[in-house]
């Protein structure tokens, strides 16, 4: 099982990343998919994840973020947009199975002036 991001990078604050992240190899369906950040020093916290069409956002994200899946790609996005100095981090996608969740590599945004 794989979980591949892209996306990350840096940029200004104000502005915009797309993060994408495709999972391969898993033989069962996947229940749910989203994305958790850490930042230096910080536990690792949920940003955003969807299931079946119910999307949850961190407070900390509304209104800035937009999550979305691609079912028959097994890819979910994470839209960004209005970036703070605050949501430096890294970010990982996971992907939720039966009695199991997944976690890919990680992808560092690093929003600064």
């Known amino acids: 099982v794989q979980l591949v991001e892209s996306g990350g990078g840096v940029v200004q604050p104000g502005g915009s990343l797309r993060l994408s992240c495709t999972a391969s190899?898993?033989?069962?369906?996947?229940?749910?998919m989203g994305w958790h950040r850490q930042a230096p020093g910080k536990q690792r916290e949920m940003v955003a994840t969807i299931t079946s069409g119910i999307i949850n956002y961190a407070d900390s994200v509304k209104g800035r973020f937009t999550i979305s899946r691609d079912n028959a790609k097994n890819t979910v996005y994470l839209q960004m947009n209005t970036l703070k100095s605050e949501y430096t981090a890294v970010y990982y996608c996971?992907?939720?199975?039966?009695?199991?969740?997944?976690w890919g590599q990680g992808t560092q945004v690093t929003v600064s002036s």
């Open positions: 996971n992907a939720k199975i039966p009695g199991y969740r997944y």
């Open positions: 190899g898993l033989a069962v369906s996947i229940n749910a």
